[in-house]
């Protein structure tokens, strides 16, 4: 890849539509990571309805891009499966006010914050700062949430259902991964923000050798059943087995 090439694709994943859209398909994420390592035949297969993407999705744009707050469809309905949602909603995934008035509390206590604050109105900072990478052989898209050049740092923000858990969440949800890959291709340390959902206690969390390490094990593992699945016109899917010795 020529960085002429590379920066007109940079241009493109700027966009949400091209990043998430098919031009963005054409590169492995650290979205596939889970379905590649659990469930390949899942691979890029939609996730539908999941409420947690949207406001996942919602609350960074409070924090970082509150002009395009526009985009989100809010209904004032005590739940999703009550009739003056499914007749506003038109069969979308929508938010409730509810949910926008919780996640607003968040952001105003995560910015009130001096620490946080500083991490994500630093001097110098740029924010979903898209990037693409060969990895093994292979090549990924990110986007990083916030790339803090005074600090020299990647933050990436979180929210959590239970901060002392977070720990077993990012292994979880494949944070070790991302780190990996965000920090091999910014070339800087990486730091999650995360808040509380019940509590709005506020966590910042630093990456240790032996997480990034599991996490770029993760990533060896995601190409091996790429190349397994998607490459090898040999392989037949239906004889996927696991074998494990309890």
């Not at 590379?6 to 379905?35: C, M, T, V």
């Not at 209904?75 to 499914?86: D, F, L, P, Q």
């Not at 929210?159 to 800087?188: C, P």
């Not at 996490?215 to 040999?234: C, H, M, S, T, W």
């Amino acid at each position: 890849m020529t960085n002429k090439e590379k920066k007109e694709i940079l241009k493109r994943l700027e966009s949400d539509e091209d990043y998430y859209g098919n031009f963005g398909k054409q590169y492995l994420s650290n979205s596939d990571i889970r379905s590649l390592i659990r469930d390949p035949l899942s691979f890029k297969k939609p996730i539908i309805g999941n409420p947690n993407l949207i406001k996942g999705g919602y609350f960074h744009t409070l924090v970082l891009e509150p002009d395009k707050l526009e985009q989100y469809k809010i209904i004032e309905a005590a739940t999703r499966n009550s009739k003056v949602y499914k007749e506003l909603s038109g069969g979308e995934m929508c938010l409730l006010q509810k949910e926008a008035d919780q996640l607003s509390l968040l952001r105003d206590k995560l910015m009130d914050n001096k620490v946080c604050r500083e991490l994500i109105q630093d001097i110098d900072v740029e924010y979903e700062v898209p990037g693409v990478l060969e990895l093994g052989g292979e090549w990924w898209k990110l986007k990083g949430d916030i790339k803090n050049n005074t600090q020299q740092l990647i933050v990436d923000l979180k929210t959590t259902s239970n901060l002392d858990k977070f720990s077993y969440s990012a292994k979880e949800y494949n944070y070790d991964s991302q780190a990996y890959i965000y920090s091999t291709y910014f070339n800087m340390d990486m730091v999650f923000v995360a808040i509380d959902k019940t509590t709005s206690n506020i966590g910042i969390f630093d990456c240790s050798a032996q997480f990034l390490e599991r996490g770029k094990d993760k990533v060896e593992q995601a190409i091996e059943q790429y190349r397994l699945f998607y490459k090898n016109k040999d392989f037949d899917p239906a004889q996927y087995l696991v074998t494990k010795t309890l």
